[in-house]
């Protein structure tokens, strides 16, 4: 087997060793017009692919401990002691917070029905808890959407956090909220059954005082109260993000960040942190899990000179779980280069094909490789697995190929670090388009990404809106996005009181684009872009915001363009050491040179 770099050399080997007449009929490799398939490159590729598994066998199994799917189940296995004990702490947590009591069933009355839902707590990646839920069937619950709207904080947040917490020196602690919905208050009569596994008379049911997982009312209902104490407290939350709250507390600053039950604080005075700790503890039964180690499953690590998250583990777990797609050798790169055309390609499969590509685990596979591209792992994932989940209700061969593809380089590249090592807080950011990329639709795809403290704050890479008529169009749309990103970021900083003075530095490598956004002129090529892009002219002239100071930069130093399309391996790493800081960002030479003069 070949490696990617060398097949294209044999390509042409092959080719020169044709006769004249069937050389003249072949297409040469460079040519490809607008709309058309490189058809000799597919084929190139196809017997690497072809000639390896890709597909799992008929009796495996994604999941190497597989939770109980019914109390029946768990009571059948060999843990059932340890699933009963999980039980019986449950119910114990329940009666302590008084949250349900029993009443006689009345007609007329709806009752929801509920159960025990079981799920192994895993640290990286090893059992530590059996844990046992009591959830009510709420899915059945008639209500406004709108109604029971709960914000959960977002992961570019959570890295703004590490960020600030790098530069100003801030202790991160952990806590936990015991059986949190159940502290909160529950609008309304609402009735439950006894779950599968636990006697009550006949004819009784349960009355809610308190909320209970599973209702759809519940997530806002623990919003309003934890939101009640946390202001009690004197924090307040910033309108850019309500999950992330601030306080400055002689004249030092404190941020606490809620997901649901698990609540980071930071503060560069550990006892302030013990009093909030010991405020909330008067109001809630938590766990005190000391400084900042594993959240939203990310090992954190911070030490004087930096911060690093890290999810190594859970990629090692995501490839255990699939180890019958990664065996063989591993990829230079998350895609070969021609991916796009592949997936393109219209192929009739026989029955047997047909029956193998319904049984891949596909929606799994780009799910579990998701959460690594949206947190740690930004340079390889994001277009990869962007494009392939395009395919999570269509799933093709080529698709299933393509995954499979992806699973193999991360068996060779399974470090998922970012870390946040910088003195300064330099806000700064990339972006990028390809016009044209996806031939399918014919759209462009925007990549940015932007920078903080040394490390990668937020990303996207995302197929645009509408079809870009020019490159020109393109990279303006992908402006607008990465420029976009930055103004939220600013504002944020704006309300913890950590205001940004000057213009962040924002590098493209398209000067059209870049000319069109400082100069408002109009022209056949621009006249029809719609007004909504024209909005960040607003920021980056000088007599509007003054948000963003463009820059221009070679296009071997775009960061932002690994999130555009499929790179060859060289690039590919140039690109991935300048995310992960191994390698100077353009935006440093930019930076300095403006101070210089």
């Known amino acids: 087997q070949l490696l990617p770099d060398e097949r294209s050399d044999v390509g042409v080997k092959q080719l020169s060793k044709c006769s004249r007449s069937e050389r003249n009929r072949r297409r040469p490799l460079n040519m490809r017009t607008f709309g058309e398939v490189n058809l000799l490159s597919i084929t190139r590729e196809r017997h690497v692919f072809l000639s390896e598994s890709y ?34 702490e449950e119910n114990g947590a329940l009666r302590k917070k008084q949250v349900m009591e029993l009443v006689r069933i009345k007609p007329g009355m709806t009752i929801i029905k509920s159960k025990y839902i079981f799920k192994l707590k895993k640290k990286y990646g090893v059992v530590t808890r059996y844990k046992a839920r009591l959830v009510a069937m709420g899915y059945n619950q008639d209500l406004d959407p709108q109604v029971n ?11 703004l956090l590490m960020s600030i917490a790098q530069i100003k020196k801030l202790l991160i602690h952990q806590i936990d909220i015991s059986n949190a919905f159940c502290c909160a208050d529950i609008e309304g009569d609402v009735y439950i059954s006894a779950p599968d596994g636990m006697e009550i008379p006949e004819g009784m049911c349960f009355k809610l005082k308190k909320s209970l997982y599973g209702l759809r009312t519940s997530p806002r209902s623990w919003n ?8 009690g407290l004197g924090y307040m939350p910033t309108v850019s993000d309500p999950c992330l709250y601030f306080k400055w507390h002689e004249g030092k600053l404190s941020l606490i960040l809620v997901y649901v039950d698990d609540i980071l604080i930071a503060s560069s005075d550990e006892n302030y942190i013990k009093e909030v700790k010991q405020a909330i503890m008067q109001e809630y039964d938590m766990t005190d ?6 959240f939203l499953n990310a090992k954190f690590t911070q030490t004087r000179e930096k911060i690093v998250v890290d999810q190594t583990h859970y990629c090692q ?16 790169i998350p895609l070969p280069v021609n991916a796009m055309e592949q997936l393109a390609e219209v192929e009739e499969l026989t029955a047997k094909e047909e029956s193998e590509v319904a049984r891949y685990p596909y929606r799994q596979v780009i799910g579990a490789l998701l959460y690594l591209a949206m947190c740690t792992k930004p340079e390889i994932l994001s277009y990869a697995v962007g494009m392939l989940s395009r395919f999570n209700d269509k799933k093709t061969k080529a698709s299933c190929k393509m995954a499979t593809y992806l699973l193999r380089y991360l068996q060779g590249n399974q470090e998922c670090k970012i870390e946040f090592s910088g003195n300064k807080f330099d806000l700064h950011g990339f972006s990028d388009a390809d016009w044209g990329g996806d031939i399918i639709t014919r759209r462009s795809t925007t990549g940015y990404i932007v920078f903080a403290a040394g490390g990668p704050i937020s990303w996207q890479s995302r197929l645009q809106p509408t079809v870009a008529t020019s490159s020109l169009e393109s990279e303006y749309m992908a402006m607008y996005a990465g420029i976009q990103e930055i103004v939220w970021l600013r504002g944020v900083l704006r309300e913890l009181k950590l205001s940004i003075d000057e213009p962040t530095p924002f590098l493209v490598d398209s000067k059209s684009a870049k000319d069109l956004a400082e100069n408002p002129v109009y022209h056949k090529r621009s006249k029809h872009i719609d007004i909504k892009y024209h909005w960040l002219r607003e920021h980056t002239s000088l007599e509007g915001f003054r948000t963003v100071k463009l820059y221009q930069c070679p296009t071997l130093d775009m960061a932002a363009d690994i999130f555009t399309k499929a790179l060859a391996k060289s690039l590919f790493f140039n690109h991935a050491e300048t995310i992960t800081g191994k390698r100077p960002r353009a935006s440093d030479y930019f930076v300095s040179n403006k101070k210089n003069k």
């Open 55 to 88: 597909l799992p066998p008929e009796s495996a199994s994604t999941d190497e401990l597989l939770d109980p799917v019914s109390n029946k189940a768990a009571m059948a296995g060999e843990d059932w002691e340890k699933w009963h004990q999980a039980k019986e």
């Open 149 to 159: 709207f709960a914000p959960v904080v977002k992961p570019s947040t959570v890295r």
């Open 317 to 332: 777990e995501v490839l255990e779980s699939y180890n019958f797609l990664v065996q063989g050798r591993s990829n230079h």
């Open 289 to 294: 899990m000391g400084r900042l180690d594993n």
């Open 224 to 231: 309003k109260t934890i939101d009640r104490t946390l202001q």
